[in-house]
């Protein structure tokens, strides 16, 4: 295992707690370079460059760490599409701040990928093969980050009535399970 730079650790971090900030503030996304960042989080703009090319890196860079995070914590024993959707609901509500970047920098496309793998990987580990397993696995994210958006940011329903919604409106997510 490759040792972690401190330095660059905190560097990332700083640059990530700006971005909340910069975020929460309404600084407007459109707007937002490298050198802006950087400032506004007290480092050189080479210092940003060296981390991210653009400020939308450092929000897909959270969305892939966070993913990551929670296929890692995923618990696959007897999954279901219930116990899967219910294990994704609560990862994301304690997630909810890079929600709310991804709605903040637009990034939902991005988020809606990685979410497609994660269902893709979800598709090979039950055995489960389409020929239209990228549209269907596309499908099911889309529909997932939508409900994720209203039960996280939006508070629209408990996680049992998100979780109901979200298997009925997939058809308990049968093309994968």
């Known amino acids: 295992m490759?040792?972690?730079d401190k330095r660059a650790l905190q560097t990332r971090n700083k640059i990530e707690t700006t971005m909340v900030k910069l975020c929460h503030d309404k600084v407007e996304f459109a707007n937002l370079t490298g050198p802006k960042v950087a400032k506004a989080a007290g480092i050189s703009r080479?210092?940003?460059y060296r981390?991210?090319?653009t400020p939308k890196q450092v929000i897909t860079t959270l969305i892939e760490r966070h993913l990551a995070e929670f296929l890692n914590s995923f618990r696959l024993q007897n999954l279901t599409a219930r116990t899967m959707v219910l294990q994704l609901m609560s990862a994301w509500q304690g997630r909810s701040t890079v929600l709310e970047l991804v709605e903040w920098s637009d990034s939902r496309y991005e988020f809606i990928r990685a979410l497609a793998q994660f269902n893709q990987h979800i598709?090979?580990?039950n055995q489960v093969y389409l020929i239209n397993e990228q549209t269907v696995c596309n499908v099911y994210a889309a529909s997932t980050y939508m409900?994720?958006?209203d039960y996280v940011l939006?508070?629209?329903w408990t996680?049992?009535?998100a979780t109901d919604l979200l298997?009925?409106?997939t058809n308990n997510m049968d093309k994968i399970f």
């Open 2 to 4: 490759a040792k972690i």
């Open 159 to 161: 996680q049992e009535q």
């Open 46 to 48: 080479q210092t940003f």
């Open 167 to 169: 298997l009925h409106l």
């Open 147 to 149: 409900l994720l958006r």
């Open 154 to 156: 939006n508070h629209q």
């Open 51 to 53: 981390h991210y090319l």
């Open 123 to 125: 598709a090979s580990q």
